[in-house]
T-cell receptor, first 114, second 112 residues
Framework: DAGVTQSPTHLIKTRGQQVTLRCSPK?????VSWYQQALGQGPQFIFQ???????QRGNFPDRFSGHQFPNYSSELNVNALLLGDSALYLC?????????????FGPGTRLTVT | DAKTTQPTSMDCAEGRAANLPCNHS???????VYWYRQIHSQGPQYIIH???NNETNEMASLIITEDRKSSTLILPHATLRDTAVYYCIVRVANFGNEKLTFGTGTRLTIIP
């Protein structure tokens, strides 16, 4: 049973560009959350998708947007990249049917903005 | 969600039990305590969670005080692979509130 997968593993972009990161949830999971982790910090919640809609959002600007597909996979899009967007982007999946559920994290995508 | 307080770092000898404390004095009755760990450059890994009873699984034990204001994660026989940052998180487990609020965690170093 494959866990959460993310692509690409690493990415280098230039300021002002746009980037799309991808996530496939663990089998049987219907909810996907995205987190940003700057160097030396704990992960910060960006937003969560359930039934193809954004259900909860953290304190991130509108430059950060996402999408969830019918197969539950998800994309994170970041527009007008800033140097400060350099971070590890983590995807986590969960099964909403289990209220006290644990979230399973993928290995992350390391984004470097130059 | 209630805030948590953890020591910045801890050391533990290999083979001994590692006891990681967490203070969550403002926890409310419907908030669960979760523990995750993050090994360098990897995604966080779920360890265990509980509401008020002590819990045990194949990875660890979670001891929650009777007043629920603090808890301890116990790794019974620490190995070098347990070196990681450990995060204690409290969260209301209800539909629509799934976000995890990570603090800075405890950096646990297992010493050979």
């Amino acid at each position: 049973d494959a866990g959460v997968t993310q692509s690409p593993t690493h990415l280098i972009k230039t300021r002002g560009q746009q980037v799309t990161l991808r996530c496939s949830p663990k089998s049987g999971h219907d909810t996907v959350s995205w987190y940003q982790q700057a160097l030396g910090q704990g992960p910060q919640f960006i937003f969560q998708y359930y039934e193809e809609e954004e259900r909860q959002r953290g304190n991130f600007p509108d430059r950060f947007s996402g999408h969830q597909f019918p197969n539950y996979s998800s994309e994170l899009n970041v527009n007008a990249l800033l140097l400060g967007d350099s971070a590890l982007y983590l995807c986590a999946s969960s099964d909403t049917g289990n209220l006290a559920y644990e979230q399973y994290f993928g290995p992350g995508t390391r984004l470097t903005v130059t | 969600d209630a805030k948590t307080t953890q020591p910045t770092s801890m050391d533990c000898a290999e083979g001994r039990a590692a006891n990681l404390p967490c203070n969550h004095s403002t926890i409310s009755g419907n908030e669960y305590v979760y523990w995750y760990r993050q090994i360098h450059s990897q995604g966080p890994q779920y360890i265990i969670h509980g509401l008020k009873n002590n819990e045990t699984n194949e990875m660890a034990s979670l001891i929650i005080t009777e007043d629920r204001k603090s808890s301890t994660l116990i790794l019974p026989h620490a190995t070098l692979r347990d070196t990681a940052v450990y995060y204690c998180i409290v969260r209301v487990a209800n539909f629509g509130n799934e976000k995890l609020t990570f603090g800075t965690g405890t950096r646990l170093t297992i010493i050979p």
